[in-house]
């Protein structure tokens, strides 16, 4: 996912033998024949604790273990949430990749690694309905896509949001990045076809970008500065002079947001990538790119979003 052209870049028991061996019958001893040795001792069966509830005279069986007493079927579940809380806790602050340091990388490939080894779904082209909906790119080691990232360190426009939306009745994936400015917000998107190659792996075929009309906000905010090449600029003196042009740049972008959305045709049959899916759950998906790159996305309307 990236601008037009980055975004082209942008899933029984065994037989018991039936022949009864031949086994003489025990010879019985004479009266006289007493029986050597000591005789043997029979093991008694263990007695178990079991637990007692208020459902049952007895209760269900317990195990106290590691997890307080899971049972073991929720320890893998236990596992993965604790990873998936301490994945996300590390892509704090990382501006979805951008500015995350060397020590930061390898401990978000180190959860990565960990979370596809109990992948839920190892087949996610078998689970598309897990796929379907829209997923916000929450960080990524495509370096093509930092020079977009970087556009959102520019004064008065920022990254809002990059995601991806999939419709896996329809077998399409829309990537779209959005822009906020103190006047408007628009997006940069594509479309693409995709087609199942393997259980993980999908081929993603571009069709067209679309630059979307510029969408009026509500109002002209100005911050108090803004950080433009290391340096604060102070822009109260200047906030006369915006509100004072506000009406008339209203109006222009009224005018633009009345027009459709650019449609841009991509005839070019090299435009086209694929996408493994490593990890799939209902609010996680990690996919790796033809590059080797990483893509952690998260379900729109999860609580990781806001964790």
Known sequence: MATLSHLN????????????????????????????????????????VRAVTSDDEWGPEKEDDAYGGLAVEEKPAAETQV????????????????????????????????????????????????????????????????????????????????????????????????FAGPLATTSISTNAKFEVRSPQRVQIKFEEGIIGTPQLTDSLEVPENVEFLGQKIDLTPFKGILTSVQDTASSVVKTISSRPPLKIPISNSNAQSWLLTTYLDEELRISRGDGGSVFVLIKEGSSLLTS
């Open 83 to 178: 990873l998936k809380k301490a994945l996300v806790d590390s892509l704090y602050g990382t501006d979805r990749g951008l500015k995350a340091s060397s020590e930061t990388r390898a401990e978000i490939v180190e959860l990565i690694t960990q979370l596809e080894a109990k992948n839920p779904n190892p087949a996610p082209t078998d689970a598309l309905t897990l796929l379907n909906g829209k997923w916000i790119l929450a960080y990524t080691s495509f370096a093509g896509l930092f020079p977009l990232l970087s556009r959102g360190t520019l004064p008065l426009v920022k990254v809002e949001e990059i995601s991806q939306t999939i419709d896996s009745q329809n077998f399409t994936v829309q990537n779209s990045v959005q």
């Open 9 to 48: 870049k942008l899933l029984c028991l065994p037989t018991l033998n039936s022949t009864p061996s031949a086994v003489s019958p025990p010879r019985a001893l004479p009266p006289s024949t007493k029986p050597l040795g000591r005789p043997r001792m029979v093991a008694r069966p263990a007695a178990r």
